[in-house]
């Protein structure tokens, strides 16, 4: 283990081997072949470590040392915390820790707040399901996968010793396919129980995991009778050995109900069963300081057992039990449920009434979260499938879910990313196949189809994928289906596996996408850059060739361009841009030969790219059937529909001339660069065959705001126009004013955005009711001030003197409405509503109060108060302006004299500098020219001196 990972964690179903592998570490440590640093390791049960003890407690009173063990507690406490680095502690099943949370010493040892320096070694079940947050501090954190196909062949030849045998279990496992016991196989304890099972029962084949260990259970049974009570195997359990059984399953029930784990029994609990029920191995002896324990041999042995109890007594607040009420979490029962439904098979209808009931329940409780009713019914499709009556239960669980719906009619489950077991995945094709929406005559009632909503599906094994694609194939009561593509990749959630290749999501594509298909709407989601390329060519399969499909939502998402990683990365090269052209090249090519397709919703980033004015929008300017247009961007950030984009979406608005309607949702179209965005969509708006355009922004600009509403005026096709943002400014409703009283074909107009200025709003009223073809204006106020709406009411009383109306004009409000006289103006405009009929003026009035205006209120005093300082810096300045003449004078004077003056005092200092300068000059002249006039004196002498000489 690195000197950098002290907190490991590894998470894994029953059985999958976890335990054997922290056997493993502490054998080799101990055979001293790994971990030679280390001193001293702690192996520890979790359901040892009480919260009311201390670690070093447990470690002295749960027989984790020898009894001769002569060192004292405080001693080896010193030692471990001078010796941290050369410890470790290894906790098996943490989530069994007694009254594990936050304060308890074992979450403290991971969190680092006790022995940080100490490696500390994890295993759970459902890292989920604990009540501390532990993942966040554990280094490293593990899957435990079990064994792959190879490594299964390799377990089977060796607990057979016969090739024969050997071959008949491979062929057994083979038959077992898309069964759901085919994923079981790859846990260690699955596989030896049922390997087990195959040579001591005749060949018997168990077809779920109940018919697994109900056949071991008989086994042990057998073997017991026949070892120490001498009875043949084939008769049955005697009565005494019987009674200690039910004793046996009502304690394993009640120390479930009592939410105290997987406990540690005492020697009073099972003082009658302890000896019998230890040599059938379904307890064991754990023997300690103080007295001896027991436990059960496995934990899913207990919740068997506690199944048997609950069909023994067959109560129905038992069932009841099983299955949530409200958002209590029931996870503990789960894999009881799944026994019972196993041990009840064709009699399990008060297990599935139960679930009726809770289920209606929920629905009908306004508090109850959609996630809890969603883990209810991904339960009972796994008990659907482990009852072996799967007709029988899908369809009883069909009509729960299709109850009482309304108009509404959406079966949604979101998964949360958790992998779902094959069984869920069976269970619910069961399900879908097993709706009914026909009537009396056996036709298709379109009123009685559902729609179905998987969210956050993603796929572990593609196992049972193709049966829930054949099952909404074939079924005639699926109207609708939403689905992510990103979580059906496998090469994502499991990149090792056989597959990556991803044939499961082709096959379920192709069963959706399939001509018999009766899907008439359908949604995909896909975050392109992580997908692999098998799975992003499978996604066109979907849609391709159902010529059912009327309605096709495609959001697919994708990066703005390539990380700086791409570009240094040598290794791994950038497959965006291949991505990008391979999505747009195959949806293309689908979407032209879809002639009944009549609304079609794309993601507005599939335009941006520059590819996609050849590869995709040509597909769309020249389609036939589609009548709807939907763009969508996404919910936050900026940038994600540039100019290239704009300039695609405005060439499909106005080539395309089979269009109806167009509806725009962005978050802006504002950007840093400069780019005339709105002015360039705005003229694709324009020259649009749609009657009907809808345009929704969460922020818009003034000046942008202003440009598409010239889309009233402009476009003479135009018949319902839609407009919301944040803000409707006063200079936008001025602008649609004169826009509306010229417009000839505007039918209908809605407003959606904060009104704030009633004058403004007033104009656009009167304009909208002297428009002769205009009937319609809806007002969506988020919010309306009260001042504004007291305004519109009063122009509504004034009588139209010039004409009547020749038809009747309705006006919508809606929304809420804040301020003090909120209240009073609500109750003047119900009343005027009444009376304006007589005018040929209906007034719906679905406006109400905000209560809780507070977060509104605040931010209006807030853009008050900025508001008030922009003012006062203004007339700052201003007064700052109106400085007389006579005091700016008198201040340039003083500033001048100062100036004269230091200019003074430098020119007399510097005069007095040049005198002393010239003097020293002069001085230093008169020097040198002493110094030259010696040297010529002694130069002459000495020359004279010379020439006296010579002549002598």
């Known amino acids: 283990m690195a000197a950098d990972v002290k907190r490991v964690i590894f998470e894994g179903p029953p059985g999958i081997g976890k335990t054997t592998l922290l056997r493993n570490i502490v054998c080799h440590w101990s055979n001293g072949q790994r971990f030679k640093g280390l001193k001293m390791m702690f192996a520890l049960k979790a359901r040892h470590l009480k919260a009311s003890e ?8 749960h027989n984790i040392l020898p009894r001769d063990f002569a060192i004292t507690k405080d001693r080896l406490k010193e030692w471990v915390q001078n010796n941290q680095e050369k410890v470790m502690f290894i906790i098996d099943a943490v989530e069994e820790t007694p009254g594990f949370s936050r304060d308890h010493f074992v979450a403290r040892l991971i969190f680092g707040n006790y022995l940080r320096e100490s490696y500390v070694v994890l295993t759970t079940t459902a890292i989920r399901n604990l009540k ?3 993942l966040k501090s554990c280094d490293a954190y593990y899957v435990v996968e079990g064994f792959n196909q190879d490594d299964i062949d390799t377990f089977v030849g060796k607990f057979f010793k016969n090739d024969k045998e050997a071959q008949g279990m491979r062929e057994l496992l083979t038959q077992y396919g898309h ?12 596989l030896m129980l049922l390997c087990l099972l195959w040579k001591e029962k005749d060949r018997t084949r168990p077809d779920t995991v109940t018919g697994l260990f109900e056949g071991i259970v008989d086994i042990s049974l057998r073997k017991y009778c026949e070892k120490h009570l001498h009875l043949d195997p084939q008769e049955e359990i005697p009565e005494d050995l019987q009674r200690k059984l039910d004793e046996l399953y009502e304690l394993s029930w009640n120390t479930l109900v009592n939410e105290k784990g997987p406990i540690v029994l005492k020697e009073t609990e099972v003082k009658n069963i302890r000896e019998s029920m230890v040599k059938l191995g379904f307890l064991i002896k754990e023997k300690g300081h103080q007295a001896e324990k027991f436990a059960f041999g496995h934990r899913l042995l207990r919740e068997l057992f506690a199944a048997k109890y609950v069909v023994k007594m067959n109560r129905k607040e038992l069932y009841d039990m099983m299955w949530s009420k409200g958002c209590r979490s029931m996870h503990k029962f789960n894999t009881v449920c799944l026994f019972t439904a196993g041990l009840l098979g064709e009699h ?3 297990l599935f009434e139960s679930f009726a009931e809770s289920h209606n329940a929920m629905t009908s409780d306004a508090n109850c979260s959609q996630c809890c009713i969603d883990t209810n019914t991904i339960l009972a499709c796994r008990c659907i499938v482990e009852s072996m009556q799967p007709r029988q239960f899908g369809l009883f669980v069909a009509e729960t879910l299709t109850a009482n719906m309304g108009s509404g009619r959406v079966i949604s489950l979101n998964f949360f990313r958790r992998h779902p077991k094959l069984n869920t995945l069976l269970g619910l094709s069961y399900i879908v196949e097993n709706i009914i929406c026909l009537d009396d005559h056996g036709r298709v009632d379109d009123s009685k189809r559902i729609s179905l909503v998987l969210d956050n599906l993603w796929i572990y094994r593609q196992k049972g994928l193709a049966r829930l694609g054949q099952a909404i194939m074939k079924t005639r009561c699926i109207d609708g289906l939403s689905i992510s593509a990103t979580g059906l990749d496998v090469s994502l959630t499991n990149p090792w596996s056989n597959d990556s290749s991803n044939e499961g999501m082709y096959s379920f594509f192709e069963a959706i996408g399939d001509p018999r298909s009766m899907v008439r709407a359908l949604t995909i989601s896909a975050q392109i850059d992580r997908m692999s390329e098998s799975a992003i060519q499978a996604i066109p399969d979907a849609f391709k060739n159902n010529v059912n499909l009327e309605q096709l939502d495609l959001f697919t998402l994708f990066s703005k361009r390539c990380s700086y990683r791409c570009d240094n990365d040598k290794r791994n090269r950038c497959v965006r841009t291949k991505h990008i052209e391979m999505l747009l090249t195959d949806v293309a090519k689908a979407i032209e030969g879809m002639t009944n397709l009549r609304s ?19 597909a769309l300017e020249n389609h036939s059937s589609i009548r709807t247009l939907h763009v969508v961007g996404q919910v936050k950030g900026r940038g994600h529909l540039t100019m290239t984009g704009v300039n695609s979406l405005a060439g499909i608005l106005e080539k395309n001339r089979k269009l109806e309607a167009v509806s725009i949702r962005l978050t802006t179209v504002s950007e ?5 965005l709105a002015a360039a969509l705005c003229e694709g708006l324009c020259q649009t065959s749609a009657a009907s355009v809808e345009l929704l922004f969460n922020c818009l600009l003034p000046h942008e705001a202003r440009i598409f509403a010239d889309i009233v005026k402009t476009n003479a096709n135009v018949t319902d126009v839609t407009y919301s943002w944040h803000t409707m400014f006063p200079s936008v409703l001025k602008t649609l004013d004169g826009h509306v009283r010229a417009s000839a074909t505007l039918e209908r107009l809605v407003l959606c955005g904060k009104f704030e200025d009633g004058k403004s709003l007033v104009t656009l009223v009167k304009a909208a009711k002297a428009n002769e073809k205009l009937g319609s204006l809806v007002l969506n106020g988020k919010y309306f001030l009260d001042e504004t709406v007291a305004v519109v009411t009063t122009c509504l009383k004034e009588r139209q003197e010039d004409r009547e109306l020749e038809r009747p004009f309705i006006l919508h409000l809606s929304g809420d409405v804040v301020g003090d006289e909120a209240e009073a103006v609500m109750a003047e405009l119900d009343q005027l509503s009444k009376s304006c009929a007589d005018h040929k003026i209906v007034v719906y009035n679905t406006l109400s109060v905000e209560t809780h205006p507070d977060a509104y209120l605040g931010s209006l005093q807030l853009r008050a108060a900025m508001k008030a300082k922009r003012e006062r810096r203004r007339t700052v300045s201003e007064k700052s302006l109106l400085v007389s003449e006579t005091s700016f004078q008198e ?3 003083k500033v001048r004299k100062r100036r004269r003056g ?15 300068e010239a003097n020293r000059n002069r001085q230093n002249w008169l020097k040198w020219h002493i110094v030259i006039g010696l040297i010529i004196t002694v130069v002459v002498i000495i020359v004279a001196t010379l020439g006296i000489v010579a002549a002598q």
């Open 600 to 618: 079609l919703r794309i993601s507005a980033n599939i335009l941006r790219e520059e590819m996609s004015k050849t590869l995709f929008v040509p």
């Open 54 to 61: 201390d670690l070093f407690d447990a470690i002295y009173q």
């Open 902 to 916: 230091k200019k003074r005092g430098r020119n007399q200092e510097e005069r007095t500098l040049s005198i002393a």
């Open 132 to 134: 501390a947050p532990i």
């Open 672 to 676: 840093d660069t400069g780019e005339p």
């Open 179 to 190: 069964t759901s016991l085919s994923d079981l196989c790859k846990t260690p304890m699955y």
């Open 348 to 350: 399990a209808n008060p």
């Open 891 to 893: 201040v340039q004077n």
